[in-house]
């Protein structure tokens, strides 16, 4: 009897963001933390942070990312989390809320803000507040899966090639080699080799 497979879950990135009322900002910053805190204690929970987009803006963000859809639908239907939105309706509002699954959040950031505009001879304009740019949907899943590619082949090649000068490192159960490479590689592939061959193969990406 064919057994129908489950499919498989992807981590959900969530960036909202936010106007906040500036002269409220000492509430809004304890305001923030406390949903942080709350979203900290639910199941599936990855991790959250926030960000103001400039000191004299009011425009705020806040990331969260959960295990899956059930458990992220966990959190946004809790009543705790119904509460604290109450709590901050006096001096915050919604502007944008935006999901990101898979990897696409290696290759686009969820907003982009700049506070610095130019006139058209290059001179530094004065700042209003931050502008908005649109940012381009991720890329293809096929160029995603080419750009982790090219940063992992040569990666794991050169530390096959290294591991091999540890003495008795090929004598090693074949489960104890790969834990051994994966536990060195995964922390160089995601803060060093990823980071870059993104960036270098941005316009390819983006196109």
């Known amino acids: 009897m064919d057994v129908m497979a489950e499919p498989v879950a992807h981590p959900i990135t969530v960036a909202i963001e936010r106007r906040i009322d500036p002269s409220r900002t000492v509430e809004a910053t304890s305001w923030m933390q406390a949903g942080t805190d709350l979203a900290a204690g639910f199941a599936g929970f990855l991790g959250s942070g926030w960000v103001r987009?400039?000191?004299?803006?009011?425009?705020?963000?806040?990331?969260?990312?959960?295990?899956?859809?059930?458990?992220?639908?966990?959190?946004?239907?809790?009543?705790?989390?119904?509460?604290?939105?109450?709590?901050?309706?006096?001096?915050?509002?919604?502007?944008?809320?935006?999901?990101?699954t898979g990897i696409e959040g290696w290759f686009d950031a969820?907003?982009?803000?700049?506070?610095?505009?130019?006139h058209a001879d290059g001179a530094a304009a004065p700042v209003t507040g931050p502008v908005q740019q649109p940012i381009p949907a991720a890329p293809p899943r096929w160029?995603?899966?080419?750009?982790?590619?090219?940063?992992?082949?040569?990666?794991?090649?050169?530390?096959?090639?290294?591991?091999?000068?540890?003495?008795?490192?090929?004598?090693?159960?074949?489960?104890?080699?790969?834990?051994?490479?994966?536990?060195?590689?995964?922390?160089?592939?995601?803060?060093?080799?990823?980071?870059w061959v993104t960036r270098a193969l941005r316009p390819w990406l983006q196109r």
């Open 53 to 100: 987009a400039g000191e004299g803006s009011d425009l705020w963000y806040m990331l969260y990312r959960f295990r899956d859809i059930p458990t992220l639908e966990a959190w946004e239907d809790s009543p705790q989390r119904a509460w604290w939105l109450d709590s901050g309706r006096a001096f915050a509002s919604e502007v944008r809320v935006e999901r990101r």
């Open 110 to 118: 969820p907003f982009a803000t700049h506070v610095e505009s130019r």
């Open 143 to 195: 160029k995603q899966a080419v750009t982790i590619w090219l940063g992992f082949f040569p990666t794991n090649l050169l530390a096959s090639w290294l591991l091999g000068f540890v003495p008795g490192f090929t004598d090693w159960p074949l489960v104890a080699r790969v834990l051994l490479a994966t536990v060195l590689l995964t922390p160089v592939m995601t803060y060093a080799v990823l980071p």
